[in-house]
């Protein structure tokens, strides 16, 4: 379908779709088709971020992790493994710079503090006392081979040195070759002055950015063409995204921020309801931060490299529930129609937020939110354009199209069904069914994608509380 057959369709077919919800009461509900279509989902949308320290163990990412490999080629046959996390702030190298004082103050100091050693998987977490191994990335590259996904790699800014920095961006480029698509310095430095064994109090952009100037210039001299992207925050889209933006200016590879969808974990008002809100004004701010980083950039595109439904954790019987597939969805899709090119969502280990875990019973084990990354992954190469809804029901609407072909996305974050009516000839191209659901709410095991099946041909559609529907052609 071009963009002229996509206006006929929803300009001339039917400007509006009736949405009438359960509640016989309630006033009828018009769900208005976009008039254009919006961007176009890049085949590497979809990604995973975990932390650096699970390389400790060589043998999970490596071709013999069967398992993991069926795992992330069943999300993504072209996805983006991001190794960070705020381990990658105290993980030594087998290389140069084993013995400088600042990293081994790194080592215990995150031996000691850090609450993100349940993301690793059971062997390390007994073990907290290793290394980025050469033969971890040999392993690494084998497993990138096999899934077909391609890296973004941490190094240590936060305790490590530029000394140590070149010879490890330089085993790493020369193994990874095509696999690698960026290095970034440090995870989330703009809070490396809140931690003194990192920097000095007060620590800002133009200090960080002196650092990165001469860092990225010393690895340059020994690896020539090596990518980086940044400036890897937490927060700061106007006083770390933007600046950085325009002082690199197109010479990143990648724009790259963090997103939690709420938190602290450890605040019992994280529910549930609070994650699938209906509208999230700091998921508005990002995006538009985002837009004019790029814009000042002149056209570097923007990547949440770090993401998940809430910082400390997760929050359990929410983060590890199928309300986080619900989420993980709708999510997935408001940014990819907002033109951000990727998403990694964070996890590993037995974290509770983790999309896939790993564990004493199972090296692999999907959550639900992993059922929400593959229903959001349909639209890869898909055009996603959002349908404005005039209603307080707290449901979203995503139209796709790719040539010919039309899907729509129909995701119910509330608590009772919604029933709406296509116009007729959307209704007629739209002959199969696949359905995100499970149990209850709060369900941890169980969640379903269903496979396709035959849709009602009548135009009239019912969405159940807490469901997401995907319509597409047969």
Known sequence: MDRREFISLTATAVATVIVRPALAQSPAIELTLPSIPGPTMPAEFTGLSYEMAQIYNPNFFSPSNTPLITAFRNLSPHGVLRLGGHLSNITPWEGVGQ???????????GIEDYWEWPLVDPSIQKNKHG???RAAIRNLRAFLDATNWRL???????SGSPARAVDEAAFVSRTLGPRLIAFVLGNEVDGYGDDPVFRAKGYDFDQYFAEYQHWTKTIRAAVPHAPFAGPETEHGIDTWLQPFARRTHGE?????THYYGMGPASDPTMTAHRLLQKHNPELDKLIAGAHAATHASGGTP????????CYGGGRPGVSDTFASALWVADFMLAIASAGIVGV????????????IETSAQSPAAPRPSYFGMQFAQRFSGFAIAPCPLATQANL???LGTHGPRTQL?????????????LPNNLAKKLTHTLTLKASTLDAKTGTTLSTESAANPDPTKTIPAYTALLFLES
């Open 99 to 109: 013995q400088d004082a600042k990293q081994l103050e790194g080592v215990r100091h």
């Open 131 to 133: 290394i980025i191994s």
């Open 152 to 158: 973004i790699y941490t190094l240590n800014f936060a």
């Open 252 to 256: 990143a590879a990648l724009l790259t």
């Open 302 to 309: 923007y990547r949440l490299d770090e993401a998940i439904s």
């Open 344 to 355: 990694n969502l964070h996890g590993g280990g037995t974290g509770f937020y983790t999309p």
């Open 396 to 398: 979203t609407a995503y």
């Open 409 to 421: 996305a129909l995701i119910n974050k509330g608590p009772e069904p919604v029933t709406l009516t």
